[in-house]
């Protein structure tokens, strides 16, 4: 009997087992079919994408990067293409032992390896970072068959930039470099489309045009959908798209031109702008001294750089764009402007120049001991009177000057379209309140208004300032925005576009003030400071003659260049117009540390005006003379511009030995000057 009770226990507890077993197996089976209903039913598409996605891969086509000319359709940067040898630091392991390795195929410098740290510090690891550029057929053929080698190893096909002149313009052509870290958190920042256009691209604009219109000239990115096997490998092309190269950039900038002030500059530092008073355009935008932008190109190496960056020259520093001096004696036309348009003073006006001007019992040095005499506006300009600007200043006050000549530009941006620009100084009551911290400090003194009238004190100004304000004056009171591209080109349509120019500004000067410091300024030319200088040209131009204070010098001390180091002498300045009775370029040159500007700038502009209105250039011994640093005027028998070759640069950094020849080709997109 217990037996049987036992038995039916055991029973009992075998049909719970099973049912518990039951149970969970349909539970799990129940479980299964959910989790295939949602895969099958409901994650169908993503899924599908997924696995999709795993056997194929979308690759970034890089656009061709678009041209960028000259006026007259020279190419001042170009492309062209190179198989490159790249390591992606998180799959090669020992990276200075894969390097060795590397090194005994194909040939890797000590400044290979030392651009590569440099990409190293700059980049994350996952990135494919180029060791050597430029590969040989022969040397791709060698790597190739040791290809399995190396994980994380590869070779590609790129894109490089190429800047066929070098040196010149280079300040405004800028150059592209490999994309930092806080340039792609930037890109970051952009609208996804344009994100999406910057797959696949390490290379941005960095400075100048370049930079500015990086947009424009970087095209659009394609796409290529590949088929993938197992391992990664690329096995056929399912799908293209191709990319669209960017739009070709026209300058107004004739760099003949540029090429002319630079070779004048020879090894001094200094800045030059010409524009064309009519409408705005930059004929020439010179900085002095200049850099090599493919040095940049590939990533520049840690000895070049400091080379350019710890030089006491400055050659990164756009001098033009970005370097504030004070004007010295070439803002006396605008003083004579603004006495002129606010009744202060007359043409007429007779003051007495006796070599000094004294005020508060400060003594404001003029010409000598002797000084001038009697001086009115004319003559104050011709002969640069001091003591005439002197007590203009105090009669008009500080408030007065900076209204008059804000509208100029001067103290200003003048939203020319590249990056960088700096204001400068324009002083005011207002603007020293704000600029200074102690209560002291922030009061404006009677005193400090006098040197102003000369062009020193405060004022601070670009040569891109003073060269606006120079064609603003030739133009009668009329102000156009300087600009320096003025045109585009679609690579699909093949159509040159125009850059369309803002309206201009008419500042409302009477034509009779126009016309008096007008005949002054070309007084200066024919028997005044740089009467020398434009002896025998073929125009009538207008001009005024500078010298700035590079340092202050004591009350009671007189100014010895020869006493002093070479960077405190006085800088040379000159701004100029020509022809003077329907202007079409005016210039502002400043050489820095150079002494008088009428021995230093007014023979660079005097070049300058020859060949944009004479088709000129100077002889061989007048350039020499220039650059030596020398006075060179008058000048001997010019040579005709169209007999001087602009030959593109060969250097270590340009001779591409796989590059598209089109270094020298004009491309035609064309404008006369």
Not at 21 to 29: E, I
Not at 167 to 182: P, W
Not at 395 to 407: Q, R, Y
């Amino acid at each position: 009997m217990t037996e049987l009770r036992n038995i039916e226990a055991e029973l009992v507890r075998f049909r719970r087992r099973i049912l518990v077993a039951s149970v969970l197996v349909l539970a799990a089976f129940s479980l299964l079919a959910a989790r295939l209903v949602w895969l099958q039913v409901f994650r169908h598409e993503d899924l599908d994408e997924q696995a999709e996605s795993n056997r194929t891969a979308v690759v970034p086509i890089v656009p061709n990067r678009g041209l960028i000319l000259d006026r007259n359709g020279l190419v001042l940067a170009t492309n062209y293409s190179a198989y490159t040898l790249e390591i992606t630091p998180s799959k090669a392991g020992n990276l200075e032992e894969t390097i060795d390795q590397l090194g005994a195929i194909v040939e890797i410098s000590a400044r290979d390896r030392k651009r590569f740290k440099k990409l190293m510090d700059e980049s994350k690891s996952f990135e494919s970072l180029p060791i050597r550029t430029r590969l040989s057929d022969q040397e791709v053929a060698k790597f190739a068959a040791q290809r399995f080698r190396f994980n994380g190893v590869d070779i590609k096909a790129r894109l490089f930039r190429n800047y066929p002149y070098g040196e010149l313009a280079s300040h405004v052509v800028g150059y592209i470099g490999r994309i930092n870290q806080k340039e792609k958190e930037a890109i970051e920042d952009w609208p996804d489309e344009q994100q999406v256009n910057y797959k696949g691209t390490d290379y941005i604009g960095k400075l100048g045009v370049e930079q500015s219109f990086e947009r424009q000239l970087h095209g659009i990115t394609g796409v290529e959908e590949m088929e993938t096997s197992a391992g990664g490998r690329a096995v056929r092309k399912l799908a293209s798209t191709p990319a669209t190269p960017g739009n070709t950039i026209q300058l107004s900038i004739d760099i003949k031109l540029q090429k002319l002030v630079e070779d004048m500059f020879g090894d001094r530092r200094g800045a030059l702008v010409a524009i064309d008073p009519r409408n705005g355009e930059v004929l020439a935008f010179v900085s002095k001294p200049t850099f090599d932008p493919n040095l940049f190109v590939e990533g520049i190496d840690n000895d070049n750089w400091a080379l350019l960056n710890d030089s006491i020259e400055k050659p990164l520093l756009n001098r033009a764009l970005r370097g504030t001096y004070p004007p010295g004696s070439t803002y006396k036309p605008f003083m004579a402007m603004a006495a002129l348009e606010s009744g202060k003073r007359s043409a007429g006006t007779v003051i007495n120049d006796a070599g000094s001007w004294t005020f508060a019992g400060h003594t404001f040095r003029s010409h000598g001991d002797g000084g001038l005499g009697s001086v009115d506006m004319y003559r104050s300009i011709v002969k640069s009177s001091n003591v005439y600007y002197y007590s203009l200043a105090n009669e008009l006050g500080v408030d007065a000057m900076h209204d008059f000549m804000k509208p100029l530009g001067f103290g200003q941006y003048t939203g020319i379209d590249i990056n960088g620009e700096v204001r400068g100084v324009l002083p005011s009551t207002d603007w020293k309140r704000n600029a200074y911290k102690r209560p002291e400090q922030k009061k404006w003194y009677a005193g400090e208004t006098i040197s102003l009238g000369i062009g020193q004190g405060y004022n601070t100004f670009t040569m891109l300032q003073l060269a606006q304000a120079t064609a603003i004056l030739a133009n009668a009171g009329v102000k156009h925005k300087p600009r320096l591209v003025i045109a585009t080109q679609d690579p699909m349509l093949r159509q040159r576009v125009p850059v369309p120019a803002e309206a201009p500004e008419n500042l409302g000067y009477k034509p009779e003030h126009v016309a008096v410091v007008h005949r002054a300024l070309v007084g200066v030319t024919t028997e005044g400071t740089s009467a020398r200088v434009f002896a025998g040209a073929g125009y009538v131009s207008g001009g005024k003659t500078g010298t700035a204070q590079a340092v202050t010098i004591g009350q009671k001390d007189k100014y010895d260049a020869r006493k002093l180091e070479e960077h405190q002498r006085d800088h040379a300045l000159y701004m100029a117009f020509a022809p003077a009775s329907e202007p079409r370029i005016a210039i502002a040159v400043i050489v820095e540390n150079a002494g008088f500007g009428a021995e230093h700038a007014a023979p660079i502009a005097r070049r300058a005006f020859d060949y944009w209105l004479l088709g000129q250039y100077p002889n061989e011994q007048d350039m020499a003379a220039v650059q030596k640093g020398q006075a060179a005027a008058p000048i001997g028998k010019p040579r005709l511009a169209a007999d001087i070759p602009l030959v593109p640069v060969v250097s270590t950094a340009s001779a591409l030995a796989s590059a598209v020849p089109v270094a020298t080709a004009t491309v035609a997109l064309k404008t006369t000057p």
